[in-house]
């Protein structure tokens, strides 16, 4: 048993010990100066210092000997000294972007053993020192762009790390054998809109690893080059070199070629000898008129194709039947026969638009079962034909705008159950386009009838006929000419999102109150709602209709009399049987000897005299037994006799606007059907809108 005095000695040396154990993770180090503070005004974090838009004019010297990120972005130093940099031996990031800098010391960066990324773009500097990067052997990315530079021989000499260059914006004006001789792991070179006339042929040869080389916007004029040993080369831009010919030497590798806005006025075969890994060709903007029959037969894994803004005149013939996109806008093609894409089987999207197109054959799209975007904008189409687009069933994307299409079948559409956008946009008037023809396009989500005055007011004047476009979310109805809409409008689009309905003359009576509640009101987006604004009465005319309350507006607004009245398309395909007629007009007599030669004849004609007020149009149905429609239905009002729907009823009943409205297609389909059943003894006829 231990002593009572060494219990005492134990107990005291257990207290005392913590006091005089001294800290061996930390030993004391003399002469050590206080830990660097964070330079105001920059933000330090975790070693990295960040003075950006600081407003320095120099670089802080107090930094801790451990940053590592130093970023001195938009600031105004204009001159790189050693003493700036010499305590910072751990720095692997430094960017000196936008600033003032003109003039970087010889051995400003000697310190920086470890740097790796070097930004000075966007500068004034307009020579460097042979030596001023030659001690960063760590350095992998250096951005010079955009400062003053004419000459970058033997800069880059020892850098055999560096893996990105980019040197865009200078005035570089040449380039030897020597310049990145010793830069072997160069992945990038950016040299984009310098002055470079002049370009070794062996310049690259010794970089194995190239892939991405970005030569865009400088006046070479030609080019020759050995890319013998450039075994990784992908991605290769010329655009705006003006070239008069292809490259000539380009290596197997290459995946991506750029060629666009040059001076190329046509393609040979032999062009692409040595390029048949191409999976990307732009060939855009140059003066091309011919391609050659086997231009493209060698690519066999081409994907995209754009020869946008050429003088071609007809598509190209025996492009490889890998290609998914081919870009077309902007040449002078004259049509689409049927014939020209018979091979281009998995084409996913084609762009045709500002050409001269002026017919597309009905079985121009036969094989293009993947065709999923399709413009054909801006050319002079002037009729569609029956199921022209039938076979390209994944089509999503359609724009026929901006053509002056007069006539559209009735099943032009026919097939496209899968098309979410349609733009119809400047169509005209389009005096024969029915909205019938959204029959089979079921399932849109933004349909532009921009500028397609009587295609848009068809549907704003037949509220039936909207259920056509129900499951739009975007819908289009600017500069169409409509001045008013039906109360009910809201109701056949329960999906809507957004809707544009500015610059129309607005016509702002009691009727288009529930619009301005529906504004004001509505989550539904009104795109540009402070400029839809009425026209009329001359009271109210520039107010904005979602300001207006109902004690402003007139009890009776009187007519607008500066709108002639338009002859509206009631515009419904039946299939009906040969004694059937549809009666239109406003007047209670009818001329029988009239009505019984249109029921006894295969094709006849029903006039009945004028029937809008100071108007001398003329009623005129048309019955025609191919096709067993009635085409051209034209009128407010119908009329169809009692005695072909209601066996005991001896009165004609008057279906007008209103009614029409409030009757539904079932209803309609179901007393034709019923008609059509007792005149053919029992054989019913197929109904179809």
């Given at each position: ?378 050319n002079n189409i002037e009729r569609l034909e029956p199921k022209v687009f039938e076979n390209a069933r994944k089509l999503e994307l359609l ?57 848009a007011r068809n549907f704003a004047e037949s509220p039936f006929l909207l259920d056509y476009i129900a499951s739009v979310e975007d819908l ?100 009906l049987g040969k004694n059937y007629t549809m009666i239109l007009g406003d007047r209670e007599n009818f001329n029988q000897s009239q009505l ?94």
């Open positions: 048993m231990a002593s009572p005095k060494r219990l005492i000695y134990l107990v005291a040396w257990m207290v005392l010990l913590p006091l005089l154990q001294v800290d061996s993770r930390k030993p004391h180090q003399h002469g050590k100066s206080k830990k660097p503070l964070c330079p105001f005004p920059c933000v330090c974090h975790n070693d990295q210092v960040f003075c950006d838009g600081a407003d320095m004019f120099e670089l802080p010297i107090s930094l801790s000997d451990n940053t590592t990120v130093l970023n001195a972005k938009n600031n105004h130093i204009k001159q790189i000294l050693r003493p700036q940099l010499k305590r910072l031996p751990n720095l692997h990031t430094l960017s000196l972007r936008n600033n003032d800098i003109s003039w970087i010391e010889p051995k400003a960066f000697q310190p920086l053993k470890k740097l790796k990324s070097l930004t000075v773009r966007d500068n004034q500097l307009e020579e460097l020192d042979l030596h001023v990067f030659r001690s960063l052997m760590a350095l992998e990315q250096l951005s010079l762009r955009n400062n003053l530079l004419t000459t970058v021989e033997f800069i880059f000499k020892g850098l055999k790390n560096l893996r990105l260059l980019s040197l865009g914006d200078n005035k570089i004006t040449n380039l030897t054998h020597r310049t990145f001789r010793t830069n072997v792991r160069l992945y990038v070179i950016d040299m984009h809109n310098n002055s470079l006339t002049s370009i070794h042929r062996n310049s690259f040869r010794t970089l194995p690893f190239l892939r991405y080389l970005i030569l865009r916007d400088n006046p070479l004029k030609s080019l020759a080059l050995d890319f013998k040993f450039n075994y990784h080369l992908e991605l290769m831009d010329l655009t705006n070199c003006q070239l008069n010919a292809m490259a000539k030497g380009l290596p197997m590798s290459i995946r991506d070629l750029r060629i666009s806005e040059n001076n190329i006025t046509s393609i040979h075969e032999k062009d692409f000898k040595t390029t048949r890994k191409i999976r990307m060709l732009l060939l855009s903007q140059n003066n091309i008129t011919k391609l050659h029959k086997n231009t493209f037969n060698r690519l066999h894994i081409l994907y995209e194709l754009y020869l946008n803004n050429n003088s071609l005149t007809q598509l190209p013939q025996h492009i490889p039947s890998t290609v998914r996109g081919l870009y077309m806008t902007n040449n002078s093609v004259t049509e689409v026969n049927d014939h020209d894409l018979e091979n281009q089987d998995k084409l996913e999207v084609l762009h045709l638009s500002n050409n001269n197109i002026v017919n597309i054959s009905k079985n121009a799209f036969f094989n293009q079962n993947r065709l999923k975007d399709l413009d054909i904008s801006n724009d026929i705008s901006h053509n002056p299409i007069d006539s559209a079948d009735h099943h032009c559409f026919d097939g496209l159950q899968n098309l979410h956008i349609l733009q119809m946009g400047s169509l005209g008037e389009s005096k024969h386009v029915r909205p019938s023809i959204f029959e089979s396009t079921r399932n849109l989500l933004f349909l532009d009838l921009s500028n397609s005055s009587q295609l289009n109805l600017m500069h169409d000419g409509i001045y008013t809409l039906p109360a009910d409008f809201p109701n056949h689009f329960p999906f809507l999102k957004t809707i544009r309905l500015v610059e129309n003359p607005w016509h702002c009576d009691q009727s288009i109150f529930w619009l301005t509640r529906w504004m004001q009101n509505s989550s539904i987006s009104f795109s540009h709602e402070d400029h839809m604004l009425c026209d009329s009465p001359p009271e109210l005319r520039g107010r904005m209709i979602s300001s207006l309350t109902l004690k402003e507006i007139p009890t009776e607004a009187p007519p607008r009399t500066d709108i002639k009245p338009d002859v509206e398309v009631i515009d419904i395909h039946f299939t019984q030669a249109a029921e006894n004849s295969s094709s006849a004609v029903l006039q009945q005299g004028p029937v809008l007020q100071g108007n001398n149009t003329t009623v005129q149905l048309k019955y025609n037994e191919n096709d067993k429609t009635v085409n051209n239905i034209t009128q407010s009002a119908y009329k169809i006799p009692t005695e072909l729907l209601e066996k005991d009823v001896k009165k004609t009943r008057r279906y007008d606007k209103e009614h029409i409205n409030a009757l539904t297609k079932q209803r309609l389909a179901k007393l034709l059907h019923r008609q059509n059943a007792r005149h053919n003894k029992g054989k019913s006829n197929k109904i179809s809108k």
